[in-house]
């Protein structure tokens, strides 16, 4: 069965710091990936998604990430962060077959500190 | 501008008493996902369906949960009897039936059970 990790659970930052989150999915075949935003008291948005062409995707807000298919990951990165920046992170993954299942990773909570 | 509401927005409950929880996709859309959210598990896939048809119910209890569409307009997830573990918040994503498209998530149901 698919199965997504985030490595990290809680990361603080100080404004202007660069923020690399990690995301590994378990599926061999084909998938979609995509990391969605929680801001606090809000719902799940999403930031950025790949589906096929160039690795590097570049999503909303400065945010990018980049799926490397030899290490299974789907990292998310954002050059320097600001106080708005503070959310739940959560990477998902479908399968590219059309099971429209998306599965999320567990979350990471990121506090940016002004 | 289009949105997925779900009701009620909070609940507190006694052990053993009957929650429902309801949702309205955003029209037009045929895939409809229910997740629970809990700070140890993230977010957990409880059941999807697609055109009304449930096509995985796997990640629910089924003793106790049961999910239904009634109609193209309504979801609805059922617990009964619920359990003080039963308490999360429960979210409501539907999407346009595309597995590389965005999951649009409503605001959330938080469930207290006592």
């Known amino acids: 069965a698919q199965s997504v990790s985030q490595h990290n659970h809680h990361v603080i930052l100080s404004e202007a710091a660069s923020l690399e989150l990690g995301c590994n999915y378990s599926y061999g075949g084909t998938v979609n990936l995509f990391w969605y935003v929680q801001y606090p008291g809000q719902h799940l948005q999403l930031l950025l998604k790949y589906f096929s062409g160039d690795p590097l995707v570049k999503g909303i807000k400065g945010f990018e990430a980049e799926f490397i298919k030899s290490k299974f990951s789907f990292n998310l990165r954002k050059p320097s962060v600001q106080w708005s920046d503070t959310a739940e992170y959560f990477c998902a993954v479908n399968e590219g077959s059309g099971t429209y299942k998306y599965i999320f990773g567990t979350g990471t909570r990121l506090k940016v500190l002004a | 501008d289009a949105r997925v509401t779900q009701t009620p927005r909070d609940k507190v409950t006694e052990m053993g008493q009957e929650v429902t929880m309801r949702c309205q996709p955003i029209l037009g859309h045929n895939t409809v996902f229910w997740y629970r959210q809990t700070m140890k598990q993230g977010l957990e896939l409880l059941a999807y369906f697609r055109n009304r048809a449930p096509l995985d119910d796997s990640g629910m209890p089924k003793d106790r949960f049961s999910a239904e569409m009634p109609d193209a307009t309504l979801a609805t997830l059922k617990i009964q009897p619920s359990e003080p573990r039963d308490s999360a918040v429960y979210f409501c994503?539907?999407?346009?039936?595309?597995?590389?498209?965005?999951?649009?998530f409503g605001e959330g149901s938080r469930l207290t059970v006592l």
């Open positions: 994503a539907s999407g346009s039936g595309s597995n590389t498209g965005e999951l649009f």
